[in-house]
């Protein structure tokens, strides 16, 4: 009797040992599916912030050191840095010095490459034009770079005039066709080149019409970016059409990997320096803590001389002026600079 008894007794701790085994595969399932990006910690958070690598009139190494050492005094792991627009894909030697410095100094690299919309727009065959330059891309740095941002907002070039963006009718869909042609071969051709390259595509404001319009139109790619200038600090509560829209839970939905591509008060330090450290202050915690970012980059490390005498005058973390004899040098690092510093120092410890 009492063998039988022990032999039922071990039959039902063998079925429930069964059954806590298949829970935990089932729970495993889940818990691999990455809807929002990694959890955040100093390992996996990407801090980052924009540079244009001549910002003065003078385009010395100089120069360029002067950037890289205050992007690495920030505490940032990566810059976000674009493919200059007047020089031509297979002329490497202008960016290659930029590149290489960079990397020296142990700094990651976001690369933009934007299309020339004239040429979209004349061209015949978007698709090869994409990628073609992809491929190029991808081949020439492939050691070097990991990371690309396929052109910047575009949704600009196929939206409605003064259409919000949110839904898919707010473009004009032979636009966006222009657009996605180019978008798919410049993916196409980075992944020939670099099966490992990751892919952004970036949008702002609200504009995840796009976004649903591209994921439907067979564009490939593995991370949403957003730009944010300054339209309020909480994005689960943008103010839209008298209401709170929650702009984390719309990109949540699309299950990719979500990045924060630039970021800046929307008239930088021509306000005020306090109140571009308060954007900083307020919006980089709220974002971090929503769990759904991966990465945070602050739109621009210094003012630039190209945007003087315009409302963009103060987007940078580090101003410059003109010294005595009228020539342009870096200035002082600005209160934001200081901020998103320390909130670099809090959130990674």
Known sequence: MQIKIKIGILSILAVLLVLIIIGLKTNNIYSNVIISGPTNNQNSFKWGVGINPYPLEEKSQDVLNGVIKDAKDLGV?????????????????FVDNIVNSISAKG???????EPDENRLTAEN???????????????HYKEKIAYYQMANEPANFCIKKDWPGVSEDSYETDKCSIYFNWLKGFSDGLTASDKNAKKIIS?????????????LGGVSFDII????????TDLTKIKFNNEDYDLVKQLKSFNKELWITESTSENGSLDSEEAQAMFFRDFLPNVYNTKAFSAIFALRL???????NSNNAGWGLVGINKNSEGVWEFANKKQAYFEYKKIIKEFGD
Not at 203 to 215: E, N, P, Q, S
Not at 225 to 232: P, V
Not at 302 to 308: G, N, P
Request: hydrophobic letters at 40%.
């Open 225 to 232: 970016g957003w730009d944010w200038n300054g339209w309020g």
């Open 125 to 139: 065959n978007n698709y090869d034009y994409g990628y073609q330059d992809g491929v190029l891309l991808a081949k």
């Open 107 to 113: 700094l990651k690299i976001l690369m933009i490459y």
């Open 203 to 215: 949008g702002h404001w609200l504009h995840v019409g796009f976004m649903k319009l591209a994921i």
């Open 302 to 308: 210094h003012d630039e001389v190209s945007k003087q």
């Open 77 to 93: 792991g990566w810059v976000r840095l674009n493919w200059p627009s007047y020089i031509r894909v297979g002329d490497w030697k």
